[in-house]
């Protein structure tokens, strides 16, 4: 990707004649002040999903422009450069087992994978008490406290085999969905628990997952969420979603998730325009008009690729339907941010643990190593949500740092205090992601609004990970979305 | 309001030399293509909310211009015309005991009230069975259904007195607040109802004043929501919620109530720019920026006087905080349709009703008499909310039409069916709206982010009747937001 198309410059004008050259791409005269072109397709946003998109509709000969309201592409998926061709995740960092198509994908783009680092114990500083131990035991990635196991072991058998019940391509058709959708899953855990020690930490998932607390979170939304931990060949399980270990977890992006984005960005070469905010999306007469401050593109269809809340804030022309809008409104992005120490090395490791913590009481509530594949330098990232994400905002820049390597400290001692850099994503705040890692939805959205997630309206068809029929919220997701949304569009041009 | 100014011409160009003439509101030159205007205050949002605010303003002796989207004033409250000076409202209607805002607001600008017709019995539809029955007997407006009515006593009183625990200005610092907010209205019911019957009636309290199901609404929303319905020395009661004797529904407006939107209109004269949508807020230096496709307005401060949700839809700069972001993505406007028809004479007062029935069956949820003061012409308007509000989405023009009228045929009889004219409006259907009558609180919303409904950022404040700690979701509610607001920036001035 050439520095120029990286800020932005390209559309703003000087580069408007070049993009003449490329074939269905023509660049037009000026209208109103804003410049004008055209192409087969539009794709709003340029995260995994507009970028799939984009790339499958240019394997099928369409001619796409690709418009990305932020100086980068990627959306929620976002490298942290390390030096030396590494990176550490600020957004998507894992594949793992059924998420073929971003495997497949990073295959196809020369991206390789490789194992998430868990050798070692995992350890929680649970209760005001520290306790470690391995993973590949009867507990799997939860503590062996014997005062919680049984509940924990009901409850996601229970969450399992409910979520069976749940179509992933209409969740508002399972048979109980109307009760399902009417509660919180801070109900349902309520009604389903025996002790106040094991209800308190049913954040311990929530935040990590999905950046809420469990009363954000509709108890059919979570049935969804759970069934689309899968495939179309294997039924989704909640373990999948949380374990490393043959789950969702185990395994890496070679270079980081971020190259996956500059490889498709990088081919789209200026076809993409960043710092581009579409303000407004016009259907008349047979096609669309995509509008940002400085350029109109006519097209014959466009894929909004950006999360239902993001999609909300363009204007449309004749306005969206009732279902579609009323969807917007409520599916807020969930409340996440990502915290990340670097180290010369992983010393952790060296004592014998695999990078996972977890914590009721931190900041942080879960997290992992995510060091290159070579083990250098040493990268814990993470997970602060919800409530916590809430705190951490208020907190001085200052208090951030010590906050978090304290609670790393209390994971691995004082050797995690000296970290060598310290840097955090707080997702919420970025102008253009205003959120993540998904789209949430409360009680009753589903069943009043989910139809409207993926119909198009006109020429006009979405995507994102929060329309996937599997892996929502995943990046496997984002691309599966991708994928369908382009499927649609060729089937109509 | 003259011809020009309904038509949102002002601005547009021709008459931006007159706007030098006015005090204190300067015209200037345009820049890129936008026409530049100058005043202390810019309102976005001419409902009743941002027209109180302008009011007040002007009063202090402030320069102030209105920006509105729509093609008329008013936001959620609209005059359909009857002919003679009446009219019927598609949107806020009734004014009662405890809201004196509204109630002043009319009469300082000559808008007198008059009560709304309840003489005779109220009817029900409910569970394929017909009852008449007397509102001034012991149950009230409830029907006297000896199987529901000891469950629908208790539950009241119950509501009443948690709601007696929750502060109208942070329900957040409530001492039950997690508990509440972690949990739907429809869970609470269901842990504190005896018989199914009841429970499915329940929805005839939310789609009416809500515009949901029990599902969509936080416990907490509820609680702080019946709070709000008293003042500063009545403490809020469900029972002034949903009554018309001595409740919100007791008295009418002279001239309907877009009577009080035309005065406040008509008196801002050319301060008032329709069809002018916000798309952008800029903070710089000192002040404000506000820009629409065709004008920029620099001001001091700005009141945003629109509902969170569409608020959500102007990009702002400096971007929001993190909390005010999603609170706006969380707090999405109810789903209510008002239906009407319009009768020679009120026929059903000569057979003893007053106009007002329930109905668990169909269509319409609840009706009420909305003839003018002198009986002529006979109007009854319905709610269609909530889940009722989406399938009369997908019923054809006719079919609406019918089915109306034949769930007003259920109550008085065929003559109900010989309407000689029926009108809707689709609130979620409207651009500007998307919604009514409210911005609801899903559970977790108000404790995540309630502290940022009306907490100022910079030189943007905030009004609707969503930031109201009185009559929430009310005219009155509008009027005190925009009064509170107004103060808030004459203290900074």
């Given at each position: 990707?050439?520095?120029?198309?990286?800020?932005?410059?390209?559309g703003?004008?000087?580069?408007g004649?070049?993009?003449?050259?490329?074939?269905?791409?023509a660049?037009?005269?000026?209208?109103?002040?804003?410049?004008?072109?055209?192409?087969?397709?539009?794709?709003?946003?340029?995260?995994?999903?507009?970028?799939?998109?984009?790339r499958?509709?240019?394997?099928?000969?369409?001619?796409?422009?690709?418009?990305?309201?932020?100086?980068?592409?990627?959306?929620r998926?976002?490298?942290?450069p390390l030096?030396?061709?590494?990176?550490?995740?600020?957004?998507?960092?894992?594949?793992?087992?059924?998420?073929?198509?971003?495997i497949?994908?990073?295959?196809?783009?020369?991206?390789?994978?490789?194992?998430?680092?868990?050798?070692?114990?995992?350890?929680?500083?649970?209760?005001?008490?520290?306790?470690?131990?391995?993973?590949?035991?009867?507990?799997?990635?939860?503590?062996?406290?014997?005062?919680?196991?049984?509940?924990?072991?009901?409850?996601?058998?229970?969450?399992d085999?409910?979520?069976?019940?749940?179509?992933?391509?209409?969740?508002?058709?399972?048979?109980?969905?109307?009760?399902?959708?009417?509660?919180?899953?801070?109900?349902?855990?309520?009604?389903?628990?025996?002790?106040?020690?094991?209800?308190?930490?049913?954040?311990?998932a929530?935040?990590?997952?999905?950046?809420?607390?469990?009363?954000?979170?509709?108890?059919?939304?979570?049935?969804?969420?759970?069934a689309?931990?899968?495939?179309?060949?294997?039924?989704?399980?909640?373990?999948?979603?949380?374990?490393?270990?043959e789950?969702a977890?185990?395994?890496?992006?070679?270079?980081?998730?971020?190259a996956?984005?500059?490889?498709?960005?990088?081919?789209?070469?200026?076809?993409?325009?960043l710092?581009?905010?579409?303000?407004?999306i016009?259907?008349?007469?047979?096609?669309?008009?995509?509008?940002?401050?400085?350029?109109?593109?006519k097209?014959?269809?466009?894929?909004?690729?950006?999360?239902?809340?993001?999609?909300?804030?363009?204007?449309?022309?004749?306005?969206?339907?009732?279902?579609?809008?009323?969807?917007?409104?409520?599916?807020?992005?969930?409340?996440?941010?990502?915290?990340?120490?670097?180290?010369?090395?992983?010393?952790?490791?060296?004592?014998?643990?695999?990078?996972?913590?977890?914590?009721?009481?931190?900041?942080?509530?879960?997290?992992?190593?995510?060091?290159?594949?070579?083990?250098?330098?040493?990268?814990?990232?993470?997970?602060?949500?919800?409530?916590k994400?809430r705190?951490?905002?208020?907190?001085?820049?200052?208090?951030?740092?010590?906050?978090?390597?304290?609670?790393?400290?209390?994971?691995?001692g004082?050797?995690?205090?000296?970290?060598?850099?310290?840097?955090?994503?707080?997702?919420?705040?970025?102008?253009?992601?205003?959120?993540?890692?998904?789209g949430i939805?409360?009680?009753?959205?589903?069943?009043?609004?989910?139809?409207a997630?993926?119909?198009p309206?006109?020429?006009?068809?979405?995507?994102s990970?929060?329309?996937?029929?599997?892996?929502?919220g995943?990046?496997?997701?984002?691309?599966?979305?991708?994928?369908?949304?382009?499927?649609?569009?060729?089937?109509?041009?």
């Amino acid at each position: 990707m050439s520095e120029l198309t990286r800020r932005g410059l390209i559309g703003a004008g000087a580069a408007g004649a070049a993009a003449g050259a490329m074939p269905g791409v023509a660049a037009g005269k000026r209208k109103r002040g804003r410049r004008r072109r055209h192409a087969d397709v539009v794709v709003v946003g340029a995260g995994l999903a507009g970028l799939t998109a984009a790339r499958e509709l240019r394997r099928a000969g369409k001619s796409v422009v690709v418009l990305e309201a932020d100086r980068r592409p990627g959306g929620r998926v976002w490298n942290h450069p390390l030096g030396g061709g590494e990176a550490s995740e600020r957004g998507g960092t894992f594949v793992g087992p059924t998420q073929d198509h971003i495997i497949d994908l990073a295959k196809a783009l020369g991206v390789g994978t490789f194992p998430t680092f868990n050798e070692g114990d995992n350890v929680a500083y649970i209760g005001g008490s520290r306790t470690e131990w391995s993973d590949t035991g009867p507990t799997g990635t939860a503590p062996p406290d014997p005062t919680i196991l049984p509940e924990l072991a009901t409850t996601v058998m229970e969450l399992d085999e409910m979520s069976k019940e749940v179509p992933v391509d209409a969740p508002w058709e399972a048979a109980k969905a109307r009760e399902w959708d009417g509660q919180t899953l801070e109900t349902w855990i309520r009604d389903n628990s025996a002790t106040q020690r094991y209800r308190e930490l049913v954040p311990l998932a929530t935040r990590p997952i999905f950046g809420t607390e469990p009363r954000d979170l509709s108890l059919l939304f979570v049935l969804f969420y759970i069934a689309a931990s899968g495939d179309e060949t294997h039924a989704g399980t909640f373990e999948r979603n949380f374990n490393t270990r043959e789950g969702a977890q185990m395994f890496r992006l070679e270079g980081g998730s971020g190259a996956v984005v500059e490889k498709l960005a990088a081919s789209l070469g200026r076809r993409l325009m960043l710092r581009h905010p579409v303000r407004r999306i016009h259907q008349r007469g047979g096609g669309v008009r995509v509008q940002t401050d400085k350029l109109v593109v006519k097209a014959k269809r466009v894929i909004v690729a950006v999360p239902p809340a993001l999609a909300a804030r363009i204007d449309y022309s004749p306005a969206l339907p009732f279902e579609r809008d009323q969807l917007t409104q409520r599916m807020g992005q969930g409340t996440l941010t990502k915290v990340a120490a670097r180290y010369e090395k992983p010393f952790w490791r060296e004592q014998g643990f695999n990078g996972t913590g977890l914590s009721d009481s931190g900041l942080v509530t879960a997290t992992f190593d995510d060091s290159p594949k070579d083990g250098s330098p040493g990268i814990i990232f993470g997970f602060v949500g919800g409530d916590k994400a809430r705190e951490y905002e208020r907190m001085s820049k200052a208090s951030r740092r010590s906050n978090v390597l304290a609670a790393f400290a209390q994971f691995w001692g004082d050797e995690a205090k000296n970290a060598e850099e310290f840097f955090d994503t707080r997702w919420p705040a970025r102008r253009w992601n205003r959120g993540g890692p998904v789209g949430i939805h409360g009680p009753g959205s589903l069943l009043a609004n989910g139809r409207a997630l993926r119909a198009p309206v006109g020429r006009i068809h979405w995507a994102s990970t929060e329309t996937s029929t599997y892996w929502n919220g995943y990046m496997d997701g984002a691309v599966r979305s991708g994928e369908r949304a382009a499927r649609e569009v060729l089937d109509e041009l």
